[in-house]
């Protein structure tokens, strides 16, 4: 790794001026303690049980307060009926049974899977092929990557307006009227139940692919080029160089794609709410736009930590099972 | 290059004119799809744009009205939210970051596993499973008894501590050689002016990494700053794009200008830091 080498290369110099400049006025210090002295300083220096602790402690406290607090007091609310001033009731499972029984809860869940398995899949896909499109060096190549990885860095907010505009309903709305160039009608995207879904994976996959794009270009490089030279060899045709040589090389890195992007696609909030919303019709509703209306509009506070405490536990699950999975595949 | 290094599809051996103008072709079309609908934002900030079909790539009759319009709506306000709360936010992280990394990386104590497993956890608890007992813990954090709701603050201490960014501290400050923290404690030297003077200064190019990454993730935070404004003098400028396009009086063109403004920081930052960005978005996911 080049940092480390830095790190050597700039250890040198250092670790060899500063002892000297110091060694004069050293022994004067510790009165009659002899020799072994830099041995005792460095044990009541260093040894000093809770230094470290010290040192997390900043961490420790704000994921104390900001983490695991929340997450202790999301199992006790939902257990309860939450009542501000008027003190909590414990009601056991009922707001569980409240969520899993509700149909609205339901079509939310398969609604979140949906669009996390075809965002997922989508921007993987994409992010991959534009990966070995886009593989090698050169200042334009450079230059088309940097355009393409936009997207990633551009706040959600502004990527959900700016969508939200580009999908307008109209015959003379931007798609829309892309669309009549290639002699289709003009679609309703996000206005329409039948095409609010695909319209919010869509948007999904535009800000995930290039994101998976650098991780997967990052990948490539990391792939034995001696490998694709005995490929050569063995007269190995391109796609047979990628399905057996490029793929195989890249399985660590789809596995950390797969699992970041899931989790990150069941928890989606942010582009739903402000694309549609969960709207029409109820039709892009995830399980987060669910939560946040009975929590924070409808204030039924039990209800909707039952859904997030779901929630945790769904993507607690698949995080858990990526893992066996892959463990159980490497023996 | 004489020598172009092997890809996996092998387009860089295709010299052919067909096999060019095929890649020249690839790119454009990469171009248009990734870039065109953010070239369509910044075109659209500059015209008249009144209503959704008039979004475009193509300049005509600029004007900087959406600008004008767009600060006596209070954008500037709420850009100046977003910028304290990045500001504020990012220092306390790399700050958090640097001292829990420098624990984890040069000390072996009891305990340390547990520290580890716990941040590693928080990984998992991301503030969209945390929304309904934050909305709460926020308006009266336990034992201090202090309310966040409606303040900066509450945007700004609760990302404090960022698990990547202690991870990425940590990786790093382990490979700082051993010698020179021994020679440095045999002049006496104690922990802090360790950390100091001799870690910290070697870790420049992570604190690039985790600088960047702190950038944008505090610049694209929604959630946390939608339980936390109560109205919209603690707007930031994502969170005020919404009240914005609901205004009959704003146009769309309006509603770009502010997002373009939201924009342009994370963009700039990016373009700036972009290798910093790429080392860290590689080496934090390949190592996972």
């Known amino acids: 790794m080049t940092s480390l080498d830095q790190v050597k290369a700039a250890a040198g110099p250092a670790a060899g001026s500063t002892p000297p400049a110091r060694r004069g006025p050293a022994p004067t210090a510790p009165r009659g303690a002899g020799p072994p002295v830099p041995r005792r300083v460095r044990n009541r220096r260093g040894g000093r049980w809770w230094t470290p602790w010290l040192f997390l402690a900043p961490a420790l406290i704000l994921f104390l307060y900001f983490k695991f607090i929340p997450m202790a007091s999301a199992l006790t609310m939902s257990f309860q009926e939450v009542q501000p001033y008027l003190g909590n009731r414990w009601v056991g499972g009922e707001n569980y049974a409240t969520v899993l029984s509700s149909d609205g809860f339901r079509e939310a869940a398969w609604h979140t899977v949906v669009l996390a398995v075809g965002q997922t899949a989508g921007s993987m896909l994409l992010g991959l092929t534009l990966a070995l499109l886009m593989e090698g060096q050169g200042r334009r190549l450079g230059f088309v990557r940097s355009a393409a990885f936009l997207p990633v860095v551009v706040p959600i907010a502004v990527v959900a307006e700016l969508w939200r505009i580009m999908y307008h309903p109209t015959e003379d709305g931007m798609l829309n009227s892309l669309l009549g160039l290639v002699g289709f009608g003009p679609s309703g995207f996000i206005n329409d139940p039948d095409t609010s879904m695909v319209s919010i994976m869509l948007t999904g996959i535009w800000r995930g692919a290039p994101y998976d794009m650098m991780i997967f270009l990052a990948g490539l490089a990391g792939v034995d080029r001696g490998l694709y030279e005995a490929a050569k060899v063995d007269g190995a045709s391109r796609f047979q160089r990628i399905r057996h040589v490029t793929l195989p090389g890249l399985r660590a890195v789809l596995t950390i794609l797969f699992i970041l992007a899931a989790i990150r696609g069941l928890r989606v909030f942010t582009e739903v709410f402000l694309l549609t919303n969960g709207g029409p019709d109820g039709s892009t509703e995830v399980v987060m736009t669910v939560i946040y209306k009975l929590g924070l509009e409808q204030n039924r506070l039990g209800v909707g930590a039952a859904g997030a405490v779901l929630l945790f536990l769904a993507t607690l699950l698949l995080t858990v099972g990526v893992h066996l999975f892959r463990r159980r595949g490497n023996e | 290059m004489s020598a172009p290094t092997e890809t996996a599809l092998g387009l860089t051996e295709s010299r052919s004119a067909a096999g060019r103008a095929l890649k020249v072709l690839t790119y454009l079309l990469v171009l248009v799809v990734f870039a065109g609908p953010l070239l369509a934002l910044l075109v659209s900030a500059f015209n008249h744009v009144k209503d959704p079909t008039q979004l475009s790539v193509v300049p005509s009759d600029p004007t900087v009205d959406n600008f004008t319009v767009a600060f006596d709506q209070g954008v500037l306000k709420y850009l100046l939210n977003s910028f304290f709360v990045v500001g504020f936010g990012l220092l306390l992280q790399v700050a958090v970051s ?34 309904i007992p934050l909305s709460v813990i926020l308006a009266d954090l336990p034992v201090v008894h202090i309310n966040l709701i409606g303040s900066l603050a509450g945007m700004i201490v609760p990302v404090g501590a960022w698990a990547f960014s202690i991870l990425v501290m940590t990786e790093f400050m382990k490979e700082v050689p051993k010698e020179l923290e021994e020679a440095a404690r045999i002049d006496g030297a104690g922990d802090l002016r360790i950390f100091a003077q001799i ?82 978005l590689s080496s934090g996911a390949l190592k996972g």
């Not at chain 2, 420098?102 to 969209?128: N, Q």
């Open chain 2, 98 to 131: 640097v001292l829990a990394g420098y624990a984890l990386a040069r000390k072996r104590f009891r305990g340390m596993t547990l520290a580890f497993v716990a941040i590693l956890a928080t990984l998992m608890l991301p503030e969209e499973i945390l929304a």
């Open chain 2, 199 to 280: 870690i910290l200064p070697m870790c420049k190019p992570a604190l690039g990494v985790i600088g960047v990454f702190g950038f944008t993730m505090i610049w694209d935070q929604y959630l946390l700053p939608l339980l936390v404004a109560t109205d919209s003098s603690s707007y930031t400028l994502p969170l005020a794009l919404r009240t914005l396009r609901v205004d009959p009086l704003v146009t769309p063109g309006v509603v770009m200008a502010a997002s373009l403004l939201a924009l342009l920081p994370s963009v700039i930052v990016f373009l700036f830091f972009q290798r910093s960005f790429v080392h860290g």
